[in-house]
């Protein structure tokens, strides 16, 4: 149980084109869901929280024009890089907390590469 | 404000003897305790967590660690390592009070060598 996939697994685009990548917990309902972002040989940086039927909390620095959340029901919730540059690229990871787990363990999905030629 | 701190960048171990991977952690009230493993190119898988109760938690893989209150750590332990549990490893806290995000410690890397 507990399984949450990302699709697409790797990404390739052109500087200046959108691209949504979504998640998605396969066994449970998660109202809450978690975007972030890693990378080479660093630490997972959280980039936004994201809940059922409402706006997406953002941390500081990151844009949140450029990176649309949205959390349309309890099992799917979708990133869209806008205008995507190369310093866009890296590895992009969702997590999903079950609705009933009070103690906030998260299940994370593969993760998404993304290259921005 | 909580934090998470793994010294080491690189732990590294011969095939069959214990490990260790070190994590302390610092919130203000009292922590929830996570355990998680990436391999290359791939998510974040959860080991085990620390939510109250007993001090010694096991889990996935045949993992295990313990939470010490008075030095603030909960460091991952296995009595034998295999060659297949190297890996990326990060260690996560969360503050029990307020809705407060998961925080990750930088990772440590564990090279099992045959």
């Known amino acids: 149980g507990a399984v949450v996939s990302q699709h697409p697994s790797w990404v390739i685009c052109k500087s200046g084109t959108s691209v949504k990548i979504e998640c998605r917990s396969l066994?449970?309902?998660?109202?809450?869901m978690f975007w972030y972002r890693q990378f080479p040989k660093q630490s997972l940086m959280l980039m936004a929280t994201?809940?059922?039927?409402?706006?997406?909390?953002?941390e500081q620095g990151v844009e949140k024009d450029k990176f649309l959340i949205n959390h349309a029901s309890l099992t799917l919730s979708t990133l869209t890089v806008t205008s995507a540059h190369p310093e866009d690229s890296s590895f992009y990871i969702c997590?999903?907390?079950?609705?009933?787990?009070?103690?906030?363990?998260?299940?994370f999905g593969p993760g998404t590469r993304l290259t921005v030629l | 404000a909580q934090s998470v701190a793994q010294p080491e960048d690189q732990v590294n171990v011969a095939e069959g003897n214990p490990l260790t991977v070190k994590c302390t952690y610092s919130?203000?009230?009292?922590?929830?305790l996570f355990w998680y493993v990436q391999y290359p190119n791939r998510g974040l898988q959860f080991l085990l967590k620390?939510?109250?109760?007993?001090?010694l938690v096991k889990g996935s893989y045949g993992f295990e660690a313990e939470f010490n209150k008075s030095q603030t750590s909960f460091h991952l332990k296995k009595p034998s390592a295999l060659v297949s549990d190297s890996a990326l490893y990060f260690c996560?806290?969360?503050?029990?009070?307020?809705?407060?995000?998961?925080?990750f410690g930088k990772g440590t890397r564990l090279s099992v060598i045959a």
């Open positions: 997590s999903a907390r079950p609705s009933h787990d009070a103690t906030d363990t998260q299940y």
């Open positions: 066994d449970f309902q998660a109202t809450t």
């Open positions: 994201s809940n059922e039927g409402s706006k997406a909390t953002y």
């Open positions: 919130v203000s009230g009292n922590p929830y």
């Open positions: 620390y939510i109250t109760g007993d001090n």
């Open positions: 996560a806290v969360r503050d029990t009070r307020g809705n407060t995000p998961l925080v």
